[in-house]
């Protein structure tokens, strides 16, 4: 994983994403589909609450491109299905 990776080799491989004040968070879900994964949470203070996805694709080599092309689209495809609206904001990060 990201996390046993960072803590082993000590290499920075991202920026921090989430914010670092208290605020609620829940999993709601966590979905294995094969080449990628589907974190669903609900993010939640005391002004408002979203819900996000965070789709991980664990098979991209680093420093390098996938062998193949129908696992990218397959997780283009279930991002189009996350996204709700046009105007719903899209966050696209190496690790």
């Known amino acids: 994983t990201y996390t046993s990776y960072f803590e082993v080799h000590c290499v920075k491989k991202c920026e921090r994403y ?12 966590d979905l294995d589909a094969g080449a990628d994964v ?11 609450s979203r819900a996000l996805h965070q789709l991980h694709y664990y098979n991209w080599p680093d420093h390098g491109v996938p062998d ?14 996350c996204q709700d609206h046009d105007d719903v ?7």
């Open 38 to 48: 589907d974190h669903s949470f609900a993010v939640c203070s005391p002004q408002c």
């Open 89 to 95: 904001p899209i966050v696209i990060h190496c690790r």
């Open 18 to 29: 989430w914010p670092e004040t208290q605020a609620e968070q829940f999993l709601l879900s």
């Open 68 to 81: 193949s092309i129908p696992p990218i689209l397959e997780m283009l495809q279930e991002m189009r299905i």
